[in-house]
């Protein structure tokens, strides 16, 4: 595992990078560039070499609106990749999917991490891959399904329910046989959230830490930064995505999910020597 959580302490002291891998025709950012398993071998490697301390592969997007795919298309795409990657490199590699079958094939790759963005609710079997497995688990919060996501989130008091969905999430995986060291939580920027949601849970990304695992944010070129660019399309977010990293790191975020590792490694790495309760350069 990456990360250590012993008697409440987490065990990162530098902010980590996570390089996203989609081996996808149809994600928002790079859908189709890396479909073929020698192009996401050769970009996988690239990030290792810019700095990534994570690869994250997913085989499905779940970008707002996206269809799902078939168990059999998933595995076809991510587990070669996984397999060549893991013979490659010694990093480690995260499966991003909700399907338990998935996970299983991905952690037999090589995959040490299990990033689900349904946080154990879309596959009930999910909770024991994780526990057989021993596998770091990333609890994302969603409301809804990439399918409906975004049509017209509303919310209350959303960092508490945020909070108490995560705190939801963590019981069914420990009374699963998940151990408390296996778990990290992400609020799941823009999945299910407005302009305005995504902008609380940056002005109120401290207090995820409360809940005691490590904390990942996935801002990278999202749609709230096109928004707030005055609707600059996805290859001109990087400013913004930079900026994004910098808040993430200063709030005391652990990993941070990017696509452009080389830059925002630079980001993470200035901003955790500028911000408090880090270890210095």
Same mark, same amino acid.
């Not at 168990?71 to 076809?76: A, N, Q, S, T």
């Not at 930064?225 to 005391?252: F, H, M, N, Q, W």
């Given at each position: 595992?990456?990360?250590? *959580?012993? @008697?409440?302490?987490?065990?990162?002291?530098?902010?980590?990078?996570?390089?996203?891998?989609?081996?996808? =025709?149809?994600?928002?950012?790079?859908?189709?560039?890396?479909? /073929?398993?020698?192009?996401?071998?050769?970009?996988?490697?690239?990030?290792? @070499?810019?700095?990534? @301390? #994570?690869?994250?592969?997913?085989?499905? /997007?779940?970008?707002?609106?996206?269809?799902? %795919?078939?168990?059999?298309? $998933?595995? $076809?795409? %991510?587990?070669?990749?996984?397999?060549?990657?893991?013979?490659?490199? @010694?990093? =480690?590699?995260?499966?991003?999917?909700?399907?338990?079958?998935?996970?299983?094939?991905?952690?037999?790759?090589?995959?040490? #991490? #299990? &990033?689900?963005?349904?946080?154990?609710?879309?596959?009930?079997?999910? !909770?024991?891959?994780?526990?057989?497995?021993?596998?770091? !688990? !990333?609890?994302?919060?969603?409301?809804? &399904?990439?399918? &409906?996501?975004?049509?017209?989130?509303?919310?209350?008091?959303?960092?508490?329910?945020?909070?108490?969905?995560?705190?939801?999430?963590?019981?069914?995986?420990?009374?699963?046989?998940?151990?408390?060291?296996?778990?990290? *939580?992400?609020?799941?920027?823009?999945?299910?959230?407005?302009?305005?949601?995504?902008?609380?849970?940056?002005? &109120?990304?401290?207090?995820?830490?409360?809940?005691?695992? =490590?904390?990942?944010?996935?801002?990278?070129?999202?749609?709230? #930064?096109?928004?707030?660019?005055?609707?600059? =399309?996805? $290859?001109?977010?990087?400013?913004?995505?930079?900026?994004? %990293?910098?808040?993430?790191?200063?709030?005391?975020?652990?990993?941070?999910?990017?696509?452009? !590792?080389?830059?925002?490694?630079?980001?993470?790495?200035?901003?955790?020597?500028?911000?408090?309760?880090?270890?210095?350069?």
């Amino acid at each position: 595992m990456i990360w250590r *959580v012993k @008697d409440g302490s987490i065990q990162i002291d530098q902010p980590l990078i996570m390089g996203i891998i989609n081996v996808t =025709p149809d994600s928002f950012s790079d859908g189709g560039s890396f479909l /073929s398993a020698k192009n996401a071998v050769r970009h996988g490697l690239e990030l290792v @070499d810019e700095g990534a @301390d #994570i690869l994250d592969i997913g085989g499905e /997007s779940t970008r707002p609106g996206a269809e799902t %795919v078939d168990f059999d298309d $998933e595995l $076809e795409r %991510v587990v070669p990749v996984i397999r060549e990657l893991r013979a490659k490199t @010694d990093i =480690p590699i995260s499966i991003d999917t909700y399907k338990a079958g998935v996970a299983w094939a991905a952690v037999r790759a090589g995959a040490s #991490i #299990i &990033n689900d963005v349904s946080a154990l609710r879309f596959d009930r079997e999910m !909770v024991e891959v994780v526990a057989e497995s021993g596998a770091g !688990v !990333v609890l994302m919060h969603m409301q809804g &399904n990439p399918q &409906n996501m975004q049509f017209d989130p509303e919310y209350h008091d959303m960092t508490r329910e945020i909070m108490d969905f995560l705190e939801k999430q963590i019981e069914v995986a420990v009374h699963g046989g998940v151990e408390a060291g296996q778990i990290c *939580v992400d609020p799941g920027i823009g999945f299910g959230k407005t302009l305005v949601h995504n902008l609380e849970i940056f002005r &109120n990304l401290d207090r995820y830490l409360g809940l005691g695992y =490590p904390l990942m944010t996935g801002p990278s070129r999202k749609s709230f #930064i096109g928004k707030l660019l005055d609707d600059a =399309p996805v $290859e001109e977010r990087i400013e913004g995505t930079a900026a994004a %990293v910098a808040a993430s790191v200063l709030a005391g975020a652990h990993i941070i999910r990017v696509h452009d !590792v080389k830059y925002m490694k630079r980001v993470a790495r200035v901003a955790a020597a500028l911000g408090p309760g880090r270890a210095g350069p």
